[in-house]
């Protein structure tokens, strides 16, 4: 089995369905073989629209989504969806050719892509050689899983795609983003702030989007008034009694910070306190009264 015969086999076992991008030189035979291998290409008319359209894929599936370019400018064309990912926790795996190396000066659509995606990413992945394509694939995927989900670049030696490796074991088990939840001490304290709250506020963020049942019996059982950040809009229902539906660029700002004045206990649940999340930082969060929950700990010092 070819390399990239062990990469669309591993993206099957991974889960993946679609695969967004622009076939080109360096990766036409991956892009000819992902029918045959059940998986389906999607294809832009570039990379820019390819990134986002993987972008709204992770939106939409609450998966992870496979963007595919060529190295160089394939690369540069997709950053944007990338950088897009990053800010909105979306899980993607950009799958990309490593830069042309050699002793020639200018190599052919040579760029420094590790350096320029390093701010962008969560990592950056290297496959070197046929026989590590699978576990390293594996690895990536859970990088861009664990904790905060976000994109990880994948870079593909070519000698990786077209060397011959063996058979892979199906038994490799599926990647998972699961993390140590919090010390049974913190979640008793926060049960007991939960118990004596006579009026509680909840803030939904992106976060909760996998947790929709859960989140709407949290909100039945507290019968508290909640409302969420755009990225997190629809995770209950804005017909329900206790959604307040808020859009800032429309008003009803001070009324909701009114309103988290006279609460005695705000429970944020997957926000990530971003621009964008706290109306241009103008929501007024009591610091004394919030309880701030988030898998990714940097996220937690953000408010």
Known sequence: MKGVEALCTALVDLGVSHVFGL???????????????????????????????ACGF???????????TIPGPGFAYALPGLAEARLDSLPILHLVGTPAS????????????????????????????????????????AMALAGEPGPVVVHLDPAALGGETLE?????????????????????????????????????????????PQVLELVERLGAPTFTTLTARGVLPETHPCCV?????????????????SSDLVVALGCKMSHNGTAGFRLRLPPDRLVHVNTDPAALDAG
Not at 117 to 141: C, D, F, Y
């Open 102 to 141: 050699g002793e020639g000066r200018f190599q052919h659509q040579a760029i420094d892509q590790a350096g320029i995606a390093t701010p962008l990413a969560k990592g950056v992945v290297e496959v070197r050689n046929s026989s590590e394509v699978r576990q390293r694939l594996i690895e990536a995927h």
């Open 58 to 68: 992770a939106r939409a599936s609450g998966g992870i989504a496979v963007l595919a």
């Open 168 to 212: 892979p074991s199906r038994q490799t088990s599926q990647a998972s983003g699961t993390e140590m939840g919090p010390e049974e001490n913190e979640l008793a304290e926060l049960r007991q702030l939960v118990r004596h709250a006579k009026r509680p506020v909840l803030f939904l963020g992106g976060g909760t989007l996998e947790a929709g």
């Open 23 to 53: 076939p080109g030189s360096q990766n036409a035979e991956f892009f000819s073989l992902l029918p045959e291998k059940g998986l389906r290409p999607v294809l832009a008319t570039h990379e820019l629209s390819a990134a986002f359209m």
């Open 245 to 261: 539906s808020f859009d800032s660029d429309r008003g009803g700002l001070d009324e909701l910070n009114r309103l988290l004045d």
